[in-house]
T-cell receptor, first 109, second 121 residues
């Protein structure tokens, strides 16, 4: 069964304290792995799509990497405005996305 | 970038009434849209896949007679919660797949609406 697991469930960081979020997946035939940011009461905001192991993408303080079993979202020198829930999702052999349960990130000044 | 507009953002209705939620792709055509439900502090649960011009595909355990989906055009899908009850109160979100760029530089993603908070009293 296709499955996505995110860790940690919650993460508290001091402003400037870099860290990584993990997304482990088990899927038959990965077509794409997606990272989203979700603020309370809002829909998910697209961050990255990764397609194959070894691929990396960056956007401001965020960098996403992909291996055959997991993906990491690295946050460098985070700011309070980076506080949000970060969701990972995979697409297997259909158009459907399978979401993980998310990591709630809080960055304190 | 791709924009998906979802309305209303909040709705309160009485038990037993029906509520319609609209999802529009503003600057692209979407042959397929998706409807999700999200419980507090939980992840997104796919309810159904909406296909333009054909019947929606529902996930296991989702009542298709209760959650009516219509995808009448390439830019509009609607979700109608029929005979709503308090247990239907939730955050409903739609999404659509968009493709940008061409060839080796092409990329795609799933763009989400801003969600609808439904409260049934």
């Amino acid at each position: 069964e296709d499955q996505v697991t995110q860790s940690p469930e919650a993460l508290r960081l001091q402003e400037g304290e870099s860290s990584s979020l993990n997304c482990s997946y088990t899927v038959s035939g990965l077509r794409g792995l997606f990272w989203y940011r979700q603020d309370p009461g809002k829909g998910p905001e697209f961050l990255f799509t990764l397609y194959s192991a070894g691929e990396e993408k960056e956007k401001e303080r965020l960098k996403a990497t992909l291996t055959k079993k997991e993906s990491f979202l690295h946050i460098t020198a985070p700011k309070p405005e980076d506080s949000a829930t970060y969701l990972c999702a995979v697409q297997a052999n259909t158009d459907k996305l399978i979401f993980g349960t998310g990591t709630r990130l809080q960055v304190f000044p | 970038g791709a924009v998906v507009s979802q309305h209303p953002s909040r709705v309160i209705c009485k038990s037993g009434t029906s509520v319609k939620i609209e999802c529009r792709s503003l600057d692209f055509q979407a042959t397929t849209m998706f409807w999700y439900r999200q419980f507090p502090k939980k992840s997104l649960m796919l309810m159904a896949t909406s296909n333009e011009g054909s019947k929606a595909t529902y996930e296991q355990g989702v009542e298709k007679d209760k959650f009516l989906i219509n995808h009448a055009s390439l830019t509009l899908s609607t979700l109608t919660v029929t005979s709503a009850h308090p247990e239907d109160s939730s955050f409903y979100i739609c999404s659509a797949r968009d493709l940008w760029g061409e060839g080796p530089l092409s990329d795609y993603g799933y763009t989400f609406g801003s969600g609808t908070r439904l409260t049934v009293v």
